[in-house]
């Protein structure tokens, strides 16, 4: 989910100049996509035609479903697949790597944008206004809400600051009159009864646009590096994201009002260039509560007064 995030402010500018614009990913971040307004059409990967796309005996659905576009962005590593795409469709296809080199100190938004430039699909002009377009806004009674969303969740473990401290975190917040809930998912399962045992109020949304739905009633949202927070930081509610071995540089949520906290540390951010085997916790075991909290005070000290209940 993350990564498809991270481009939704390329897919809302590519939106200026192309119509319809369509999406093939799965089901449910299609439905994310569509729900967002940034997409017209949209087709699940897990359809089997798709697989088609990977063979030389391309399916004639695959045919018909592609042939009304004139562009395809394909986000793929695969020389192969974008041959594919061509010859299917006869479109203009603008292939780019999903993520920069890891030695590259780049975001991944950035990564995309020099590639479409050089693709000459979009100009400068285009795309230098990203950091400022129009993203998701808040639900409009955010705005007097004391409700606030923590995340102790993420894709790999190593990603996660210890859950103990998330748990702490809910008690300094309802110290200062906030309300905690704790937002999970399919791979955070395993640590909802210890939260249940513990009395906290815990979330578990069916899908992507419950997610995004139900981070927009929150005044504030603290979570892992994940794609979590990246749809938070999309959705306009001011996050304070905590990173360890992965870097901020190229991973950091973009939004109006995004906190960044990480450990300072003389390693350098390792999660993608150790194996999942290496053991790299020091950056999340050191980071401390008063970080993030003072990082808390300044994002929520650049919204209006608001009261809490």
Same mark, same amino acid.
């Given at each position: 989910?993350?990564?498809?995030?991270?481009?939704?402010?390329?897919?809302?500018?590519?939106? @200026?100049?192309?119509?319809?614009?369509?999406?093939?990913? =799965?089901? &449910?971040?299609?439905?994310?996509?569509?729900? %967002?307004?940034?997409?017209?059409?949209?087709?699940?990967?897990?359809?089997?035609?798709?697989? $088609? !796309?990977?063979?030389?005996?391309?399916?004639?659905?695959? +045919?018909?479903?592609?042939?009304?576009? $004139? &562009?395809?962005?394909?986000?793929?590593?695969?020389?192969?697949?974008?041959?594919?795409?061509?010859?299917?469709?006869?479109?203009?296809?603008?292939?780019?790597?999903?993520?920069?080199?890891?030695?590259?100190?780049?975001?991944?938004?950035?990564?995309?944008?020099? @590639?479409?430039?050089?693709?000459?699909?979009?100009?400068?002009?285009?795309?230098?206004?990203?950091?400022?377009? /129009?993203?998701?806004?808040?639900?409009?009674?955010?705005?007097?809400?004391?409700?606030?969303?923590? &995340?102790?969740?993420?894709?790999?473990?190593?990603? +996660?600051?210890?859950?103990?401290?998330?748990?702490?975190?809910?008690?300094?917040? #309802?110290?200062?009159?906030?309300?905690?809930?704790?937002?999970?998912?399919?791979?955070? %399962?395993?640590?909802?009864?210890? !939260?249940? #045992?513990?009395?906290?109020?815990?979330? +578990?949304?069916?899908?992507?646009?419950?997610?995004?739905? #139900?981070?927009?009633?929150?005044?504030?949202? !603290?979570?892992?590096?994940?794609?979590?927070? &990246? !749809?938070?930081?999309?959705?306009?509610?001011? $996050?304070?994201?905590?990173?360890?071995?992965?870097?901020?540089?190229?991973? @950091?949520?973009?939004?109006?009002?995004?906190?960044?906290? =990480?450990?300072?540390?003389?390693?350098?951010?390792?999660?993608?260039?150790?194996?999942?085997?290496?053991?790299?916790?020091?950056?999340?075991? =050191?980071? +401390?509560? %008063?970080?993030?909290? =003072?990082?808390?005070?300044?994002?929520?000290? $650049?919204? /209006?007064?608001?009261?809490?209940?």
């Amino acid at each position: 989910m993350g990564d498809l995030v991270c481009i939704f402010p390329i897919i809302a500018a590519l939106r @200026r100049h192309f119509y319809p614009v369509g999406i093939l990913c =799965q089901e &449910h971040l299609g439905r994310l996509a569509a729900a %967002e307004g940034l997409v017209e059409a949209r087709f699940p990967i897990e359809a089997a035609w798709t697989a $088609s !796309l990977f063979t030389a005996d391309t399916r004639p659905e695959a +045919r018909s479903r592609l042939a009304p576009f $004139s &562009h395809i962005l394909c986000f793929s590593a695969s020389e192969a697949l974008a041959a594919s795409l061509r010859s299917i469709s006869g479109a203009r296809v603008c292939r780019i790597p999903p993520r920069p080199p890891a030695a590259e100190r780049v975001h991944v938004t950035e990564h995309a944008q020099r @590639r479409i430039l050089a693709c000459g699909w979009l100009a400068d002009t285009d795309l230098n206004d990203l950091d400022d377009a /129009p993203m998701g806004l808040p639900h409009p009674g955010a705005t007097e809400s004391a409700l606030a969303l923590l &995340h102790p969740g993420a894709g790999s473990p190593r990603k +996660r600051w210890p859950l103990e401290g998330f748990v702490s975190l809910a008690q300094h917040l #309802r110290g200062r009159r906030w309300r905690p809930e704790f937002l999970i998912g399919p791979a955070e %399962e395993e640590i909802r009864p210890e !939260l249940e #045992r513990r009395g906290e109020t815990v979330i +578990r949304p069916r899908d992507a646009c419950e997610l995004i739905a #139900r981070l927009r009633t929150a005044a504030v949202y !603290l979570g892992n590096d994940s794609g979590v927070s &990246h !749809l938070a930081a999309w959705a306009g509610v001011p $996050s304070v994201v905590i990173f360890g071995p992965s870097d901020p540089e190229r991973w @950091r949520p973009r939004g109006r009002n995004v906190e960044i906290v =990480q450990a300072a540390l003389r390693c350098r951010p390792c999660f993608e260039h150790a194996g999942e085997h290496r053991d790299c916790t020091d950056c999340l075991n =050191q980071t +401390r509560i %008063e970080d993030i909290m =003072q990082a808390f005070e300044r994002i929520v000290s $650049s919204k /209006p007064d608001r009261a809490r209940s």
